[in-house]
């Protein structure tokens, strides 16, 4: 396969893994979004049921506690960078549709001379900083004994370093020193 035909088919996996990214965050979203307020509730209902179990001093202080337990685990505290809410629904389905127009942007124009690198590097940086922060949701939903959403994070993350890895050499592809000019000067 020639030059322009593997920087091609590079750029339409690079599109085609932005959203596969896309649609898995999505979805690790949504499981995360449904099974955090049942666990929360559920934990919230063991350390209530445990409190009593224990046989605290009075009945109101018991009812203290069980209020307590309940405020504390059923508003857990949501990831913060800079001050923004990384949870934020408005973020996270924005996200979502910044990839998705990214992966069409990468397919329309990234054989296009102007414009093709420009994309490129647009989702090199988008899919590595996702990458980053999806490694750091890994150990967030671990830590949380949340093995679904970990999971999802990590099929997300490696989606999302795939995408670095596609869209650098694709990049790499269309520069004047590419594949075939190294190995010649060899």
Do not use: C, Y
């Not at 999505?26 to 209902?45: C, D, I, L, N, P």
């Not at 408005?90 to 994309?119: D, E, K, Q």
């Amino acid at each position: 396969m020639d030059l322009f035909g593997n920087r091609v088919a590079l750029i339409r996996w690079t599109s085609a893994m932005l959203a596969i990214s896309a649609l898995l965050f999505a979805a690790a979203v949504s499981v995360e979004g449904s099974g955090h307020r049942e666990s929360a509730s559920v934990v919230a209902h063991d350390e209530a049921a445990e409190s009593q179990e224990q046989g605290d001093e009075a009945g109101e202080t018991s009812k203290h506690q069980d209020g307590a337990a309940t405020s504390e685990t059923g508003s857990r505290a949501e990831p913060t960078l800079l001050g923004i809410n990384l949870e934020d629904s408005r973020l996270v389905w924005g996200f979502v549709g910044v990839s998705i127009l990214l992966a069409v942007a990468v397919m329309r124009f990234g054989v296009v001379a102007p414009f093709g690198n420009a994309v490129l590097l647009l989702a090199i940086l988008l899919a590595g900083l996702a990458a980053i922060l999806d490694g750091r949701e890994i150990f967030l939903q671990l830590d949380r004994a949340n093995t679904t959403v970990a999971g999802l994070a990590g099929l997300t993350a490696l989606a999302h370093i795939a995408v670095v890895i596609l869209a650098a050499l694709a990049w790499r592809a269309a520069s004047p020193a590419g594949p075939a000019t190294i190995r010649d000067a060899r």
